[in-house]
């Protein structure tokens, strides 16, 4: 399902499957955006269970089963000069299990423009997801264009509040930012993540600043 350059939209009690095995089948991407409200859905495919794109603005997404898939992304954004940013996310009471990914802001590395702020994660739960919480600024899939370059989007107030659940891989929580745009007013509360069977898991930062508050396990590195 795509959402393009549309405004007042809501997506309720809807269910998408594809084979986790599937290449790029997002189940809904939305672009040039605004005021789209996501609820109540399930979905699981090869690819993001949402994803959200450039020229994004006030999106809440609330009550949403989500695997196999690679998660809930914000972006790839930064391949074009001149895009449009993202703001005002919400996403609320969420289940992600047996994903690549569960929350995911994800940028070129390239010197291009943009930004995400003012993003809102709470009451996730994660089971067995390979990167609960991940920030990569610097996505190159194809290893072409842009090693050795560093990401022009500047990613901003992104809070992260109540997470639980078990992270598939040592290093539940990565912020791998921008040399030349570090992210800033990231800020951490109540974050409760172990890596498979309660065993303590690790945080992993990079050109990264921001808070904490209640209990977080792992605990920050900023």
């Known amino acids: 399902m795509a959402i393009f350059d549309c405004a007042g939209v809501t997506v309720q009690g809807i ?23 996501i609820l109540n859905t399930t979905i699981g495919t090869g690819d993001d269970c949402v994803s ?7 999106v809440l997404i609330r009550d949403i089963e989500c695997g196999p898939g690679h998660g809930i992304s914000i972006g790839s954004l930064g391949w074009q000069d001149g895009e449009e940013g993202v703001r005002n996310v919400t996403l609320e009471m969420a ?7 569960g929350l995911r802001i994800k940028t070129w590395a390239m010197p291009n423009s943009g930004s995400v702020t003012n993003v809102s994660f709470s009451r996730v739960t994660m089971n067995r997801v ?21 990401s022009g989007v500047q990613i901003s107030n992104i809070s992260y509040t109540d997470i639980e659940g078990t992270s ?8 791998n930012c921008s040399s030349t745009n570090p992210c800033s ?3 951490l509360r109540n974050i409760r ?30």
Do not use: W
């Not at 289940?95 to 990914?101: A, E, P, R, W, Y």
């Not at 920030?135 to 194809?142: F, I, S």
């Not at 598939?168 to 912020?175: D, E, I, L, R, S």
């Open 95 to 101: 289940v992600l299990t047996g994903t690549t990914n």
């Open 168 to 175: 598939a891989t040592p290093v539940a929580v990565k912020f």
């Open 193 to 222: 993540l172990t890596y498979k069977h309660k065993r303590p898991a690790q945080a992993k930062c990079g050109n990264a600043g921001g808070s904490t508050s209640g209990e977080v396990r792992p605990p920050s590195c900023f």
């Open 15 to 37: 269910r998408i499957i594809a084979p986790a095995n599937s290449p790029n089948t997002d189940g809904i991407h939305v672009s040039h955006s605004r005021h789209v409200s």
């Open 185 to 187: 007013g990231i800020k």
């Open 130 to 150: 390979a990167n609960p919480i991940l920030v990569d600024q610097n996505y190159c899939p194809r290893k072409v264009d842009c090693p050795g370059n560093s």
């Open 52 to 58: 959200i794109g450039p020229g994004t603005s006030n």
